[in-house]
């Protein structure tokens, strides 16, 4: 099997479930040795009380082929940020590619709730979990990260600029967490330009986590069940296809040509080719912007 990335050195910080966990499990099938960080393992449990750990997904990357290495950290904390970041240098001497997908956020969520009446714990922890942990992470991995040129940092969030430009997503805090990220991979790909070195925001589409096909009842092998319940869900993706779209950037020699930009896993899909896992090229935003906006029959037929 080819493993373009067989000499790469990924970071996916917040893999413990989901889109961090899909990405992971790619970029090890692709060749690449990943740290993935979270704050559950098999002995501790993080305030989402779930059972998915960190040293699962290691398990994943190294079954699909690449080297998985299980780190907890806490992204709010700065010592434990900087201590990942000098192990990473003296156990592989560099950094090839940044994934921040740091989340954790989903049970604080007030959906279409205005301010003054959403929590404001809830609401600023938000932020904090969405917006800080990125910015920590990026302040003590970028110094690493430079020393190669031609590396890639990916800042995950949810829509594209152009999508969350003209939409109000579900809450101000919400709002704020999601388009905020966008910025920020702007942002930082205006510093990383002198090293050679690219930056990028990434949106998966309706992604079928852990937690939302857990939303629907059903699992990732009868996921279609959720239709009777939301028809829309039929345009739903894998958490492995923005893997494989950020495998595909890694990968890709003239990935500086999409440095600052706002992407999609869809978008990419079409650009280079990949699939998810059955086959298909899901493409949600268009999907949401021509059918579901529109009030038309859910209907995913030249959608995926």
Do not use: H
């Given at each position: 099997m080819m493993q373009p990335l067989k000499d790469k050195i990924a970071l996916v910080a917040g893999a413990t479930r989901?889109?961090?966990r899909g990405i992971a499990v790619e970029l090890g099938a692709a060749g690449a040795?990943?740290?993935v960080t979270g704050r559950t393992t098999s002995t501790h449990r993080s305030e989402y009380n779930r059972p998915e750990t960190i040293e699962e997904t290691a398990n994943l990357v190294n079954q699909a082929g690449g080297q998985g290495i299980a780190v907890r950290v806490d992204h709010l904390d700065p010592v434990q940020v900087l201590a990942l970041v000098t192990r990473i240098e003296g156990e592989?001497?560099?950094?090839?590619?940044?994934?921040?997908?740091?989340?954790?956020?989903?049970?604080?969520?007030?959906w279409n709730t205005p301010v003054?009446?959403?929590s404001?714990?809830?609401g600023l922890r938000m932020l904090r979990l969405a917006i800080d942990t990125h910015i920590i992470t990026s302040h003590f991995v970028l110094p690493l990260l430079i020393k190669s040129p031609g590396s890639l940092v990916v800042e995950i969030t949810d829509g594209t600029a152009e999508y969350n430009s003209t939409r109000y997503r579900f809450s101000l805090f919400y709002d704020l967490a999601k388009t905020s990220v966008i910025r920020m991979a702007w942002a930082i790909a205006q510093e990383l330009e002198p090293y050679n070195c690219t930056a990028v925001a990434l949106t998966?589409?309706?992604?079928r986590s852990e937690i939302m096909l857990e939303h629907f009842g059903v699992s990732e092998a009868n996921w279609r069940d959720a239709i009777a319940k939301d028809p829309h869900f039929i345009i739903s993706e894998t958490p492995r296809y923005i893997g494989r779209a950020i495998a595909h950037l890694a990968g890709d020699s003239e990935v500086a040509r999409w440095n600052g930009q706002s992407l999609s896993s869809g978008q990419l899909a079409q650009i280079y080719g990949?699939?998810?896992?059955?086959?298909?090229?899901p493409d949600a935003f268009r999907y949401m912007q021509e059918v579901q906006e529109v009030g038309k029959p859910p209907d995913a037929t030249g959608y995926r």
């Open positions: 989901g889109a961090g040795t990943v740290y592989q001497g560099r950094l090839d590619i940044l994934v921040n997908d740091i989340w954790g956020a989903e049970y604080l969520a007030e003054w009446k959403y404001l714990d809830k998966p589409g309706w992604m990949f699939t998810d896992l059955d086959g298909s090229q």
